[in-house]
């Protein structure tokens, strides 16, 4: 027995140095960091070097201009670039863009632009700020955003011809799984090589004894395994533990509606407008920024682009039968909190700076809208104690950054500052 014992000890030794070897060699193999892709060049400074107003016009660009018009191709509207110079007169674009409906009728261009691209027409924009305004036309100015630069696919072969190769994290993982079936068969042929090996030394062995007998040659008896009360108590225990999960995750789920995505009355499609149409979330959620909902859009602002386009889609007749009849489309609301719960849309998206698919996930990928996240009050706490406060540029936050420097060198995060609090979120 005691050879058996010493071979059975080298076979644990030879499996550990396999099992480290395994690990060194996914090691190894971890691709260094990629190089950071070069970022897009950026656009030509505005007249006078205002990149901070240019800045500004790109996102007031973005959040109201950008489904209609382009730089370069006609989208609703005419493209925009040079538009600063047919109009050869920024009070005049000025104008134009804040009432074109009255300009249509007073200015000669305006009046031929309708005439193109009739019967849709700019929606006044009266209630933007002239600080606003004055950041498109600067925007307008620079030639709009540069070309983009194409991601790297992985696999993808570059015009020099060389690959861009694959994802470091799939091909590791893909290496060490293969690594470990290997290691897993070889044990497994070691061990039936010890067990023929111990198996001729016993035949040949002049004096066996029984217990080498019973150790290579016994039977496992089934019954007496199945009826040891160790047996039955460690079977008890799984099926407790089992019953016991699953009870909790039943009871844990009542007022979760993770993966809600209920049948809308007209069938939107987040996928085509956020994504093909890259239409920013702002323009239709207009709240987002202002308030503690982020509203559901009005009949109005589908209309203005559906007042041209796919006029005679029976789901439009819809939006038309709507305003004919001054009633609201009855959309069926995804994302609910009880009511005990105070959450403010414009204190994370304006102030905090959390974007939209943090919470809601990729939703210009979603051809019906869905919840995807829980929403539970742990997964928002988890948030607070996770989020780094952005209180560069904020005068509101100096005084509490220059506290939490002086007591931790960590960043200060949302739970520094009470986002914690039961009353932050419970009043």
């Known amino acids: 027995m005691s050879e058996m014992k010493t071979i059975y000890s080298s076979i644990l030794r030879f499996s550990a140095y396999l099992i480290l070897l395994t690990l060194s060699l996914n090691v190894l193999a971890q691709d260094p960091a990629a190089p950071a892709a070069p970022a897009p060049a950026a656009a030509p400074a505005a007249p006078g070097g205002d990149e901070a107003l240019a800045k500004q016009g790109e996102a007031v660009f973005n959040a109201n201009c950008k489904q209609c018009h382009g730089f370069n191709e006609v989208v609703v509207g005419p493209a925009l670039k040079d538009a600063h110079k047919r109009w050869n ?3 005049k674009l000025k104008n134009f863009i804040k009432y074109p409906q009255k300009t249509i009728n007073t200015d000669a261009y305006a009046k031929a632009l309708y005439e193109k691209y009739k019967p849709s027409i700019m929606p006044n924009h009266d209630a933007l700020p002239d600080a606003d305004i004055d950041a498109v036309i600067a925007y307008i100015k620079t030639g709009g955003p540069a070309p983009a630069v194409a991601a ?14 694959g994802s470091a994290d799939g091909g590791t993982v893909t290496f060490l799984l293969a ?17 023929s ?10 004096n066996v004894s029984d217990d080498e007998k019973e150790f290579l040659f016994g039977k496992i008896q089934w019954n007496v395994l199945f009826s040891s009360p160790i047996f039955k108590g460690v079977a008890t225990l799984i099926l407790v ?8 995750d039943q009871v844990y789920a009542i007022g979760i509606q993770q993966g809600y995505a209920p049948t809308q009355p007209i069938p939107f499609s987040h996928k085509l407008h956020a994504g093909m149409y890259e239409i920013d979330c702002n323009y239709c959620h207009t ?13 109005n602002i589908c209309l203005n682009c559906h007042n041209a386009i796919k006029t005679q889609s029976p789901y ?17 609301r995804v994302h609910n909190l009880p009511d005990l719960a105070y959450f403010n849309h414009a204190q994370h998206v304006k102030v905090g700076g959390i974007e939209c698919t943090k919470c809601h996930g990729n939703v210009q990928e979603m ?22 406060v952005k209180a560069e540029g904020n005068a509101y936050y100096d005084k509490l950054l220059a506290m939490h420097n002086k007591q931790s060198k960590e960043p200060m995060k949302v739970a520094n500052i009470g986002g914690l609090e039961c009353s932050k979120c419970h009043y």
């Open 89 to 91: 007169d920024d009070k």
């Open 152 to 165: 790297a696919v992985p696999g993808a072969t570059s015009p020099d011809g060389k690959s861009s190769g």
């Open 179 to 195: 690594a470990l079936l290997i290691v897993l068969l070889l044990i497994i042929g070691v061990l039936a090589m010890l067990v």
């Open 197 to 206: 090996v111990l198996t001729r030394m016993v035949q040949n062995k002049p």
């Open 241 to 248: 533990v089992i019953l016991f999960k699953a009870g909790f």
């Open 287 to 299: 709240g987002v920024n202002r308030g503690k909902s982020a509203t559901i859009p009005s009949v």
């Open 316 to 332: 439009m007749q819809k939006l038309y039968a709507a305003v004919e009849n001054n009633e609201p489309i009855k959309w069926v």
């Open 367 to 388: 051809e019906v809208i869905e919840q995807h996240s829980t929403l539970t009050m742990g997964w928002c706490i988890n948030c607070h104690r996770e989020t780094v």
